[in-house]
């Protein structure tokens, strides 16, 4: 079955940085794109960052010039890596993937908390 666990949260001070990962099991990694959302608490849940299958990455304009994603094929990972990190971008990040015939998919979460 689609498996997709987020870690890499975590409490950090105001300009820090986090990387969060996303392991994939259950379906062929390397032709699916992955995206990242996050959800604060009181807000909906909003776009981070996509990578796609050929490694074409996007940002939503509030991650754009301070994340970057990336994936590994080999180990069926993608990564997050977040720097300049702000109160506001405090939020559980989960990591989804759309997969043809098989539906949505999402982990269960990692709580990042941007606090000093």
């Known amino acids: 079955q689609v498996q997709l666990v987020e870690s890499g949260g975590g409490l950090v001070q105001p300009g820090g940085s986090l990387t969060l990962s996303c392991a994939a099991s259950?379906?062929?990694?390397?032709?699916?794109?992955i995206n990242w959302y996050r959800q604060a608490p009181g807000k909906q849940r909003e776009y981070v960052a996509s990578?796609?299958?050929?490694?074409?990455?996007y940002y939503a304009p509030s991650m754009k010039g301070r994340s970057a994603i990336s994936r590994d094929n080999t180990k069926n990972v993608v990564y997050l890596q977040m720097n300049a990190l702000q109160p506001e971008d405090t939020a559980v990040y989960y990591c989804?993937?759309?997969?043809?015939?098989?539906?949505?998919?999402w982990g269960q979460g990692t709580q990042v908390t941007v606090s000093s």
């Open positions: 989804n993937a759309k997969i043809s015939g098989r539906g949505d998919h």
């Open positions: 259950g379906f062929t990694f390397s032709a699916y794109g």
């Open positions: 990578i796609s299958s050929a490694s074409i990455t």
